[in-house]
């Protein structure tokens, strides 16, 4: 298809710069059968139903981005993907000035060693030292929040909280699974109360994530791999809840392809463990959810076009198209859909 297609006007001023508080404050537009309503996220109970089953990428944001010096360059990196116990994958800014073999120096004792270049303009980077690469970047790292909100304020104290959600156990994401956000405790009671499940699964997000779409057709876009892992429990509870007539849904555009990645064409999940770079485009026959739970995305994104395969172009365009007009907060620190095809 047609990337133009994905393509929509979206006035600066309704870009999130702060979640909603409290997080399950945050307004969310229904899409089901019934047609398209607004509500806000402490409705979701109300809005699905006994048996149903929520899907959470339990995740953890580490701190990413990194700033240092080669000599007198200012080296500037955001980590995408582990390749080896002390190796990253990352995103350089003024990789120009490196070359391979060069040591770049990101403070507070953290160095590491600039190596092969990828397909995707990536650069391996490869920490020094003994210590854990958690600890250094503990040190050194910053939260990486998206370019969208980076560009227009700095990270704060505010962020290392905020940019979590409550299911966060496994570290290794460098962007949240940003629909999770605006689950809060008593949200989970309220959900438990109607008699609706919770299950999670593992999907290290990458920085790839925001990259925008060169290609002028989706044929021709290369999706970046990240790692993720759906056990064999997980896989047999999801397949259960189907068989009894609740429905699976993913809390992110991360829980669904990871469960998609899974799903046989059979239908059934089985468990996986490994690299996704599964694109979703319209044309695409969903397997493994019934549901998706997301935030507003990107013009143009690879995560726009997944949800017009869920929910069709045009209806969500019309959706886009009400939530600008009626004042819906969009991206990472936004409102939330909920997609029910």
Do not use: C
Not at 57 to 67: E, H, S
Not at 168 to 193: D, I, K, Q, S, Y
Not at 198 to 216: Q, R, S
Request: proline share 5%; aromatic share 8%; net charge negative.
């Amino acid at each position: 298809m047609n990337v133009d297609d994905f393509d929509f006007e979206l006035p600066a001023g309704r870009i999130a710069l702060r979640p909603a508080a409290p997080r399950d404050a945050a307004r969310m537009l229904v899409l089901d059968d019934a047609g398209t309503r607004d509500a806000v996220v402490t409705d979701l109970p109300d809005a699905l139903r006994p048996g149903d089953l929520l899907v959470f990428n339990d995740t953890r944001v580490i701190p990413a981005q990194l700033k240092g010096r080669r000599g007198e360059a200012r080296i500037g990196a955001t980590l995408h993907k582990r390749e080896g116990p002390r190796a990253w994958r990352a995103f350089v800014r003024n990789a120009r000035r490196l070359r391979n073999g060069d040591v770049i120096d990101f403070g507070v004792g953290v160095f590491a060693t600039a190596g092969e270049r990828g397909d995707d303009g990536s650069v391996l980077l490869e920490f020094a030292g003994d210590e854990p690469v958690e600890l250094l970047l503990e040190r050194a790292g910053r939260m990486p929040l998206p370019p969208y909100i980076a560009s227009k304020r700095e990270t704060d104290a505010r962020d290392a909280e905020d940019y979590q959600t409550l299911f966060a156990r496994e570290a290794g994401a460098v962007a949240a699974p940003t629909a999770a956000l605006h689950f809060t405790p008593g949200l989970m009671a309220a959900l438990e109360a109607r008699g609706i499940g919770h299950a999670t699964l593992t999907l290290h997000v990458g920085a790839g994530t925001f990259l925008p779409v060169k290609a002028a057709d989706t044929d021709e876009h290369r999706m970046h791999a990240e790692w993720g892992r759906l056990d064999a429990a997980t896989a047999d509870r999801l397949n259960q809840v189907r068989r009894d007539g609740g429905r699976v849904i993913a809390v992110g555009t991360t829980s669904l392809r990871l469960i998609e990645s899974a799903s046989g064409e059979d239908g059934i999940i089985r468990p996986f463990e490994g690299d996704t770079a599964i694109f979703i485009t319209p044309g695409y026959r969903f397997r493994g959810i019934d549901g998706l739970m997301t935030n507003f995305h990107l013009p143009r994104s690879t995560l726009f076009m997944l949800v017009s395969a869920l929910m069709g172009l045009d209806r969500m365009k019309d959706a886009y198209a009400h939530a600008i007009q009626n004042g819906y907060r969009f991206y990472s620190y936004g409102d939330a859909s909920l997609l029910l095809p």
